[in-house]
């Protein structure tokens, strides 16, 4: 085997067992503002395995504490904010030429636009609108991006600083959707791959710490800045997340959302990628007597025909795999899989859901990577501050952030039951040579490319619903 290759597999391991989906950072913190310090209560039916703890002395006393403050990666309005967003969602460092970018923490700057590859091999340039008053809000919580821990952020509550690592995952995967609503992205005292990797062989791991952050950053982002500057009025609210963020926000969910009408009437959707949320086998969610169900009154987002309405206030929630064709997913494989009774993983398929298809219509995907701009890469490090996370993937040297390609692949909702428990992912069809090597990637599936296979179809799906939403809730 190549080193490439043992690099690959190595980095393969390590993202299954990070997929385990939990809460480390890095350290000082700017970007910040005031939080309650609260506690999360324990766990039921997210990401957080049987295993996790808080850190821990030798007396099993906690070494965490709250956060004072809210460290923010990115928050309209604050100063030199990274994501380039003002108090209204407006470009803060408007382009000379009309231009939206994003500025890394080192001072380089990113395009948002695409190259679109054509099916003749053309390329051809497609600028990003800069946003324009967007009137709904994202709340973003980023997937598992930290090598090692950092053994100050495990200890009383100093915060965690915002990282390139950390912004480079926001760009990657809700850098578009930019242009629909205000991005709110909180840093969090996240599980580090090499924790997972020990965690995931039985060593006690803090899951705790980083949903206590997501946690108190959400109550912050709720009574602070959720309400329009203009309107005065609660706004939508959008939650992304993927891996790790999936896992926090999840549990953000379940304690402040699910069964809360006040909170849920706000909710225009939540796209939760790369993680374990379940549902009754056939259904959509708990119905209130179900612990088995990730959410008990919050539905996966589902649409009867072309000429319903987009639905809102749902989940649209996958694990990507791009298998060998004519197998199943295989009893090993990070994602996708439940052992419980009665029961199965979500799987929402955002393009057949814009066309009012069934999620099991194999359906062409609108699908956007990140180029080496986009990443702050270069010809010695092309994936540049994600290198550790895209490491198999093949990044374009385009001028652009991303290289579009639309209807290369396709993708459907896939079910099996086997002796196993269940088994339900998105089914990745097409697109030959754009994913890894099979034999090392069917564990993991495309996981760290689940934003991307479908990100076209992801933008235009949360602008939909935030049409939809807005005509049911006039300011």
């Known amino acids: ?64 504490s709250p956060l004072k403050e809210t460290v923010w990666l990115c928050r309209p309005g604050i100063a030199t904010n990274p994501c380039n967003q003002d108090l209204a969602g407006n470009p803060q460092r408007p382009g000379p030429d009309g231009t939206f970018s994003a500025r890394y923490l080192n001072g380089a700057t990113t395009t948002l636009d695409a190259t679109s590859v054509r099916a003749d091999g053309s390329r051809v340039p497609e600028p990003f609108a800069a946003p324009a008053n967007p009137q709904i809000d994202c709340f973003y919580a980023y997937p598992t991006v930290d090598l090692l ?105 379940q304690q402040e959302i699910d069964g809360n009408p006040a909170v849920q009437d706000r909710l225009v959707s939540a796209v939760l990628l790369g993680g374990y949320l379940q549902v009754p086998i056939g259904g959509t969610q708990g119905g209130g007597a179900d612990p088995a169900s990730t959410f008990q009154h919050i539905p996966t987002c589902v649409r009867s025909g072309p000429q319903a309405p987009i639905p809102t206030g ?105 002796a196993n428990g269940t088994a339900t992912w998105f089914d990745i069809t097409g697109g030959a040579g754009m994913f890894p090597d099979s034999g090392l990637s069917v564990p993991l599936g495309t996981h760290t490319v689940d934003y991307n296979v479908a990100m076209g179809d992801l933008t235009a799906l949360i602008a939909a619903q935030a049409n939809t939403w807005r005509a049911a809730h006039p300011a």
């Open 314 to 418: 749902c989940v649209v929630a996958y694990n990507s795999y791009a298998l060998p064709p004519g197998g199943g997913l295989p009893a090993g494989s990070a994602f996708g899989r439940t052992p419980i009774p009665g029961h199965q993983m979500m799987c929402v398929n955002p393009a057949a859901l814009l066309r009012g298809t069934a999620a099991d219509t194999a359906t062409p995907l609108d699908m956007y990577m990140p180029t080496r701009r986009l990443m702050d890469g270069n010809w010695l490090n092309p994936r540049g501050h994600l290198a550790h996370v895209l490491s198999a993937y093949e990044l374009a040297d385009d001028p652009s952030g991303y290289t579009r390609y639309q209807d290369r692949i396709s993708g459907k909702c896939a079910f099996t039951q086997d």
């Open 1 to 64: 085997m190549s080193r490439s290759r043992i690099l690959l597999a190595l980095g393969a391991l390590s993202l299954t067992l990070a997929a385990a989906v939990i809460p480390t950072g890095t350290s000082a913190a700017p970007n910040s503002t005031p939080n309650s310090a609260t506690n999360i209560a324990a766990n039921t039916a997210t990401n957080i395995p049987a295993n996790t703890t808080s850190t821990a002395d030798a007396a099993g006393k906690s070494l965490t």
């Open 149 to 253: 821990p950092n053994p100050l952020l495990r200890i009383g509550s100093l915060p965690p600083s915002p990282s390139n690592s950390a912004l480079a995952a926001a760009l990657d995967q809700i850098g578009r959707f930019a242009g629909t609503c205000r991005v709110f992205a909180p840093m969090y005292r996240q599980a580090s791959f090499s924790e997972l990797l020990v965690g995931g062989l039985g060593v006690p791991l803090d899951a705790e710490t980083g949903s206590r952050d997501v946690l108190d950053a959400w109550r912050d982002y709720w009574a602070n800045h959720n309400t329009d500057p203009v309107t005065h009025q609660r706004r939508g609210v959008v939650l992304l997340g993927h891996s790790q963020g999936t896992g926090v926000l999840s549990r953000v969910m």
